[in-house]
């Protein structure tokens, strides 16, 4: 059996997709929008059993707050952010939640449905909406502009609607055309008019960073009654990325130095400095001054510098991190976005 024991905090009702499930009294997915609390916690565990499919709620506290928003024992796990996990290693799919930052999103089946559908042969990833994620997009303006426009109901605060100009900027950044704006720069737009909006846009000089919703993704949170959360945007149309750097020990080492300094955000962290020429480090694309984020997939947060060291040394001749620059570190930072490592399949 193993246990996991989330430490964060619950402020959104269970909501409900309704899909045809094809079998007669068979559930549907609900959907928890969790969001992180201090002094709070989850007050479930996810547990793997033996004889039993699939990942596994259990231990719902009495009056807890899993259980005043309707998570129920013996519920099944089904997806986490918007990512199928029913196939997934037990270990990994507790990472993902607790490598999920402030909020996270998990979609799960009651215990009756989910053995009723295994039994049928059912394809349980079918039940699920194929994508949940707004889109966060950088753009640099040419001659012409960003390459968008905005609209938006007369009279209205914080409903915008974008047209994309075909093959300019803003497509090539990956706007959905008909997409809806929901931050500018990391901040929320609810609170701006349209002229607000145009001089906020005005003052971003050649550049801005949009998060958007596809009208899909935004109609999916709509008529459950949510926003749309930040924390799960795709940012595989960005610039900036996370590197993964697999290496081999040689007989010198793996060729670098890991050293605990203070990141621009105020908290500490952990960086890659003194990268030998030659070494398996470089040679895996290491850059001086890069920030590690997780170690064989596993997230660093909240470990010191001593358990980040046992845990790269933890196999004797590999290891693989997970790597950001310092722009890339940068650019998360100035939008708000945190840690953007986990926002990745």
Request: aromatic share 8%.
């Amino acid at each position: 059996k193993f246990e996991f024991n989330p430490k964060d905090g619950i402020d959104n009702p269970a909501l409900s997709l309704a899909e045809d499930t094809d079998g007669e009294g068979m559930g549907e997915p609900r959907f928890y929008l969790l969001s992180k609390s201090s002094g709070e916690t989850f007050g479930f565990c996810l547990h793997e059993e033996l004889g039993c499919q699939g990942h596994i709620i259990r231990q719902v506290e009495l009056g807890g707050l899993a259980q005043r928003r309707g998570l129920q024992d013996g519920d099944r796990l089904l997806q986490v952010n918007g990512h199928f996990v029913d196939h997934m290693d037990h270990h990994r799919v507790v990472q993902k939640i607790k490598a999920s930052g402030n909020q996270v999103l998990l979609a799960v089946l009651d215990s009756d449905s989910y053995q009723a559908a295994k039994a049928l042969g059912r394809d349980l990833s079918e039940m699920l909406p194929d994508d949940i994620h707004p889109r966060l997009c950088h753009i640099t303006r040419d001659k012409s502009g960003f390459g968008f426009s905005v609209s938006g109901p007369e009279g209205m605060k914080g409903i915008f609607q974008l047209s994309v100009q075909q093959d300019g900027p803003a497509e090539r950044a990956g706007v959905p055309p008909g997409s809806w704006l929901l931050e500018l720069n990391g901040v929320s737009v609810r609170s701006y008019s349209h002229t607000q909006l145009t001089r906020k846009i005005k003052q971003s000089g050649s550049k801005v960073t949009l998060l958007v919703a596809s009208s899909a993704v935004e109609e999916f949170y709509r008529l459950r009654g949510l926003q749309v959360p930040a924390a799960l945007a795709d940012t595989s149309w960005l610039p900036f990325k996370v590197r993964e750097l697999h290496m081999v020990k040689g007989p010198a080492g793996y060729g670098f130095l890991l050293k605990e300094e203070d990141c621009s955000s105020g908290a500490t962290g952990q960086f890659l400095w003194d990268v030998d020429a030659g070494l398996p480090a470089e040679q895996a694309g290491m850059k001086e001054g890069d920030r590690l984020l997780a170690v064989n997939g596993e997230s660093i947060e909240g470990l010191d510098h001593q358990q980040t060291v046992l845990r790269i040394c933890a196999r004797d001749d590999q290891v693989t991190l997970l790597v950001i620059d310092p722009a890339s570190d940068e650019f998360y930072q100035s939008v708000g976005f945190g840690d953007p490592a986990w926002s990745c399949p």
